[in-house]
């Protein structure tokens, strides 16, 4: 063997162990109805990292994101399922959940969203999903009655507001239809106000104030949330219009308040439950995971420049105010 061969063939002999260690690693495949924000993926990868994964360490992610148009999702599954990767974490909606329980029925697949999984067919109950999914929950949807209880008792003398939803998203239809209950029940004109896109922000506010909307509440989609940039809560601010938000992000941001559990525990927790599963586990036998504290957020600040004062018993139930 000529000396050049030589050193060449110990060359690739020296790699090998490099090689072969990064073949051997597990890869993620995570896919997202819209980009996500930071508040969203940096308690996920403490999660994985809590379960001993690292991305660049022991961990290789393939990153898919459908940009806000659902129906790329299918594709972006199929594409994810046919690199073969060891689990699939869905989130933004049950979009990209159901797009991958189509895609596979082998590949473990984990989500994070705000909606009932066994309402939108994604697992067979909570306690025992069955199949090759499981997740965690905030369940927003079903707090829509809670927070619209929440306006009547800091804005009583309102009796016209707004319900801003993405008619495209899945969960629209749900939470319109507890929106009309709670509004019947405490006597509010509810509107239902649509954007599909964040160009759309400025004419919904623009709708909202021809209306004479008191307040608004955002329903629970990525639309109004998932990217973090919390353009409906500027807008709002802008024209005035007090926001009841779901998640303490909205509230820090200039909304007045916000009831829900605390998103970020959300994802870490799916974080955990992949760690789990890489590890061997399987979904069927990781309940869903679903919030058992839910936190009152209220910002003064915002409250005093929008000339609203709020009740002091509810002050004094919160648990946390934003001076």
Known sequence: MKR????????????????????????????????????????????????????????????????????????????????????????????????????????????AYGGDPVRDSLVASFNRPGGNVTGTTFIGTELTSKRM??????????????????????????????????????GLILRIVNATSENEFDEAFAAMSRLNVGAFLPSTDPLFGLNGRGLHITRAYRYGIPAICNGRVDAVLGGLVSY?????????????????????????????????KFDLVINLKAAKQLGIDIPPTLLVRADEVIE
């Open 149 to 186: 209880g929440l306006l009547r008792e800091i804005l009583p003398q309102v009796s016209n507001v707004a319900l801003l939803v993405n008619p495209k998203g899945t969960l629209a239809e749900a939470q319109i239809a507890e929106a009309k209950v709670a509004a019947q029940s405490l």
């Open 4 to 111: 050049r061969e030589f050193i060449a063939l110990i060359s690739m002999s020296a790699a090998w162990p490099a090689v072969a260690q990064s073949q051997q690693w597990p890869t993620l495949g995570l896919l997202s109805s819209s980009e996500m924000a930071d508040w969203a993926i940096k308690p996920f990868r403490a999660g994985l990292e809590q379960g001993g994964f690292v991305e660049g360490r022991n961990l290789t992610v393939i990153y898919r994101s459908a940009e806000g148009q659902f129906d790329r999702l299918p594709a972006l599954a199929e594409e994810l399922a046919n690199s073969r990767v060891s689990v699939i974490f869905a989130t933004g909606s049950p979009v990209p959940a159901r797009s991958a329980k189509a895609a596979t029925t082998t590949i473990p697949i984990v989500f």
């Open 260 to 292: 829900g559990p605390d998103l970020s525990e959300t994802w870490r927790q799916a974080g955990v439950y992949v760690g789990r599963i890489l590890k061997g586990e399987k979904p069927s036998d990781l309940p869903v995971v679903q919030p058992t």
